[in-house]
């Protein structure tokens, strides 16, 4: 799990680490055409269980905070009103790179079971320390999804919903991962998380109300909203080839 941070060390947005070099977010959290974003150089803090965690150790090994070496927005992002395509990498240096366990990604053909519990992870605003999970979140199918009293129609192929009554995701939460737990019995406390599949990362949720006024983590009315990693593995791959020294970058 990882935490992208602004320059005072306020949590804005999670990733996930895929590699040992490199993390996968949201682009909506990293775009510098954004004023709201961190930008492409993001405080980048892995393995902290606690936000207060920092320069400590625990059961990962020592955390500490790091500046990516580059960071990749897909080419078909454009801003934050288009809800395409909402998904970057950042590359650390290799003298950064952590000891922590990537998590694993899904394959190309990967569909969702039945009965499988999905988990999406973060710290939400940043005023709970502890990470949080919503453990129990259920896969809701494109078409309902789109009704025109949810989501109406923007949800796309490359895109996933789950919801659950009382747990979904909170501003701050963007960039963290959606996993497929593995659930022994149905209990994702009793799985290993070595076990567990990275299938979305957090873009979009009912944040605010029709009249502006915030909407309370856990009493959204509507799906959240997740990339779906198993549409953008050619591009993930594709990028993790590439060859940089420095520098970052918007596709």
Not at 30 to 42: C, E, M, V, Y
Not at 111 to 138: S, T
Not at 171 to 199: M, R
Not at 205 to 220: H, I, K, L, N, Y
Request: aromatic share 6%.
């Amino acid at each position: 799990m990882v935490s992208l941070r602004d320059a005072a060390d306020v949590h804005r947005c999670g990733g996930v680490l895929i590699d040992r070099g490199w993390v996968l977010t949201a682009a909506h959290c990293i775009d510098p055409r954004d004023q709201a974003s961190l930008g492409l150089t993001p405080v980048t803090v892995i393995g902290d269980c606690n936000l207060r965690d920092l320069k400590t150790k625990n059961e990962n090994g020592v955390i500490k905070a790091v500046r990516p070496e580059s960071a990749f927005i897909h080419e078909g992002y454009t801003d934050s009103s288009d809800v395409g395509n909402d998904i970057a990498l950042l590359r650390l240096r290799e003298i950064d790179r952590p000891r922590q366990t990537p998590v694993a990604l899904p394959s190309r053909d990967w569909k969702l079971a039945g009965g499988v519990n999905l988990v999406a992870l973060g710290w939400g605003d940043g005023k709970i320390a502890e990470l949080q999970q919503a453990p129990n979140l259920l896969f809701i199918e494109n078409k309902f999804c789109n009704d025109p009293d949810l989501w109406n129609g923007i949800v796309s192929d490359s895109m996933m919903c789950a919801f659950s009554s009382g747990q979904d995701v909170c501003k701050g939460d963007g960039g963290g991962p959606l996993l497929e737990g593995h659930s022994p019995n149905g209990n994702v406390s009793a799985g290993f998380a070595s076990a567990d599949i990275l299938v979305g990362i957090t873009s979009f949720g009912m944040f605010a109300d029709e009249t502006g006024q915030r909407v309370e983590c856990g009493s959204s009315s509507k799906p959240s909203v997740f990339t779906k990693v198993s549409s953008f593995l050619d591009w993930i791959e594709a990028k993790m080839k590439i060859k940089v020294s420095g520098g970052a970058g918007v596709g």
